[in-house]
């Protein structure tokens, strides 16, 4: 069970982070490209290797490191919506 659930934040903090990206935020959209490029691969490839650390650490018993996944995915998705809804 632990699995599934830190899968499904998992998936959750994608759809956040692509949801920042494509939101158009003035924070991005004043980036050179290039370094846009670079920094939304290298965001997408961070929070890959996170999930698969979490993954990793509920498959070996570690239920402790989903609470904190958990408690990361709240706080990327209080930062993804505040910057979605342009409150930042």
Known sequence: MAL????LLGMGNFAC???VIASGHRMLSEM?????????????????????GALYA????????VWLYGGYFLINLGAAWSIVTRRI
Not at 58 to 65: D, P, Q
């Open 4 to 7: 599934i659930i830190t899968f």
């Open 17 to 19: 982070h692509r949801a």
């Open 32 to 52: 050179p490209p290039r370094t846009l490029l670079i920094a939304q691969r290298a965001s997408l490839a961070l929070e890959f290797c996170l999930l698969c």
């Open 58 to 65: 509920a498959s070996e018993g570690a239920v402790h490191w």
